[in-house]
């Protein structure tokens, strides 16, 4: 008997496009997921179930074109598909909806408040994060959960998200050198996770203070065996002392033992 298997039927990631060839507008779209991306390498570096995608098409149906958000988080999946990682992500290949995407707005909107979000909570993503650097009077970090179909905002900063593990949030840092506001991972006691930069200074700063620990603690010893040797040095003088007295008396006919 034939079997039909549907998904033989269906474009592979090798053959779709990787993303939709659209430029960004801002470097911000590039960098602020590429930060939140390193620091998961590193918080969760023995991990191997868990993808990170930057401008990357996200294919949901064979028909229409990707979605491509500026960065999504999907869990339970490998976290590289072979030696030349994923061109881009097919729902039908990798039969998991990312967990979580992100938005970085420029200038010039693109449905990240419209059509993005009506098609992310209608793909059933459950965490939508829109980072606004230009607002001043609303909240530049906006972060949705998604319930009974419906985006529902998650009010504080950062905001913790159980199933992820992880909270998100936006603080003054420096990455690059750049000093400006960030988006962070933080965990559960609202702590941010480090950047590889911090990570590598505080090492850093700890071996070197370290080394000084260890230049303290060898010049307590120093100062203890100069230390010791005075006190050795005046105990060979008062025997010295001792005995040239002892010499004297006995010069004089008087035999020291007989004083004590």
């Not at 990787?18 to 779209?29: A, F, G, H, K």
């Not at 401008?55 to 229409?64: A, Q, S, T, V």
């Not at 420029?106 to 994060?129: D, F, H, N, P």
């Not at 607002?135 to 998200?161: A, C, I, M, S, T």
């Amino acid at each position: 008997m034939l079997e039909y298997n549907p998904l033989a039927c269906l474009p592979s990631s090798e053959e779709l496009p990787d993303s939709d060839d659209t430029p960004v507008d801002n470097e911000l779209q590039n960098i602020i997921p590429g930060l939140l991306k390193v620091i998961l390498a590193m918080v969760w570096a023995e991990r191997m179930d868990w993808f990170f995608g930057i401008d990357m098409g996200i294919y949901h149906d064979p028909d229409l074109p990707a979605i491509v958000p500026d960065g999504f988080l999907s869990l339970g999946i490998e976290r590289f598909y072979d030696q030349n990682l994923r061109p881009s992500y097919v729902l039908w290949e990798e039969k998991r909806v990312p967990i979580l995407v992100l938005e970085v707005v420029s200038q010039t909107y693109r449905g990240e408040y419209s059509t993005k979000k009506a098609e992310y909570a209608r793909l059933g993503i459950l965490y939508y994060v829109v980072y606004n650097p230009f607002r001043r009077r609303k909240p530049r970090l906006e972060v949705y959960k998604l319930v009974n179909n419906v985006y529902e905002f998650q009010d504080g900063n950062p905001v913790w998200l159980p199933e992820i593990g992880l909270g998100i949030g936006i603080e003054q840092g420096a990455y690059l050198g750049i000093p400006r506001e960030w988006m962070y991972w933080y965990n559960q006691q609202g702590q941010r996770l480090l950047t590889p930069e911090e990570k590598e200074k505080l090492a850093e700063q700890k071996a070197q203070q370290a080394e000084q620990k260890a230049q303290q603690a060898e010049q307590k010893a120093q100062q203890a065996e100069q230390k010791a040797q005075q006190a050795e040095q005046k105990a060979q003088q008062a025997q010295q002392e001792t005995q040239l007295l002892r010499e004297r008396l006995r010069s004089l006919g008087i035999d020291p033992d007989s004083l004590t």
